[in-house]
């Protein structure tokens, strides 16, 4: 079997959106939970992998797109959206990570409340809603029964809304 750098970007790139999906119950289970460290503790592993999960699938996309870009039936406008779009996936999927170690460190020292939860569920909640927002756009790159009309144009010197 010949894995290119397109099979490996599709390999990852569900990884954080599962990830981030799979630690809102997690997280909200342990805000009302007797064992909030141990929820605690479960989110931050999982969140931590979909953070790798996340950082894998941005940088194999550059791969990818050097083995799909001027294939028939890519839209070369959904790819560019869904390169820009990725950068904020991956970093706000990070950060989620981030803030959930940082509070599972702060429980060590203090009892677990409520608002040690808010932080990172928070935060998981606007990268569960912008990795939908990444993914829509990559879903089209070469799916024509999902493209409508402007996924037909051409991307702007061959990456990006914005020409990068």
């Known amino acids: ?41 479960a989110a931050t592993l999982v969140l931590l992998l979909a953070a790798l999960g996340g950082a894998a699938a941005y940088f194999t996309g550059a791969g990818a797109v050097e083995v799909v ?12 959206k869904h390169h820009d779009r990725a950068v904020w996936a991956a970093v706000i999927t990070g950060v989620a990570a981030l803030s959930s170690v940082v509070m ?32 829509s756009p990559g879903g089209k790159i070469n799916h024509p029964e999902l493209q409508g009309p402007e996924d037909l144009q051409p991307a702007s010197h061959g990456h990006g809304e914005h020409g990068h």
Request: net charge positive; proline share 7%.
């Open 1 to 41: 079997m010949n894995i290119n750098p397109a099979h490996l970007h599709l390999l990852v790139n569900d990884a954080p959106m599962y990830g981030v999906m799979f630690a809102i119950p997690l997280l909200v289970t342990g805000s009302f939970s007797r064992a909030k460290t141990t929820w605690l503790a």
């Open 104 to 135: 599972l460190a702060m429980s060590r020292r203090r009892p677990l409340t409520f608002t040690f939860y808010a932080l990172p569920l928070t935060l998981c909640l606007a990268a569960a809603g912008t990795l939908a927002w990444t993914s």
């Open 69 to 80: 870009e001027g294939m028939p039936r890519v839209s070369g406008y959904a790819l560019g």
